[in-house]
């Protein structure tokens, strides 16, 4: 069943800073029996996959590496009615998505949860490995006091 939040972690966690999602997710996991309403899931590239993730839920928080001309390491909250996508898919996998796209096609078919919020994370770099980059190591107990933050709101 269902649980009224889900935290989503999002990326590629073969591609350096682009897992930052995933790796804040398994993170948080280790903490999950603090908060009995709320599935934290790493959606990896899970792309459309995301849609059923949030559907009908009342909160979903979206953990993604994200380029927002800030230095690396900054982690920007926002919500999906702030931005703009400027996202350009190449279409060579089912797994690529734009995930403001996503949220508009929950919202058409009314699925949509009554709370989003994106935390953007900015890459030091995204690079084949699995190691994310020193900055954002180093933040990740900021990383999840700011998500903690957020689920206590």
Do not use: W
Request: aromatic fraction near 6%; glycine fraction near 8%.
């Amino acid at each position: 069943m269902k649980k009224d939040i889900v935290v989503l972690g999002l990326g590629n966690p073969l591609m350096s800073d682009e897992g930052i999602g995933g790796f804040l997710i398994n993170k948080l996991l280790e903490r999950k029996s603090e908060f009995p309403d709320v599935d934290f899931i790493d959606a990896g590239t899970g792309g459309m996959a995301v849609l059923h993730l949030i559907a009908h839920r009342k909160k979903a928080v979206l953990v993604d590496c994200a380029y927002m001309n800030s230095a690396p390491g900054t982690i920007i909250r926002f919500e999906p009615n702030d931005v703009k996508t400027q996202k350009k898919l190449a279409h060579y996998s089912l797994h690529e998505a734009d995930i403001l796209k996503i949220i508009d096609l929950s919202r058409e078919l009314k699925q949509c949860p009554n709370q989003i919020v994106i935390f953007g994370i900015e890459p030091q770099f995204v690079k084949p490995g699995q190691q994310l980059s020193q900055i954002l190591a180093d933040r990740i107990d900021n990383y999840i006091a700011v998500i903690l933050e957020e689920l206590s709101l």
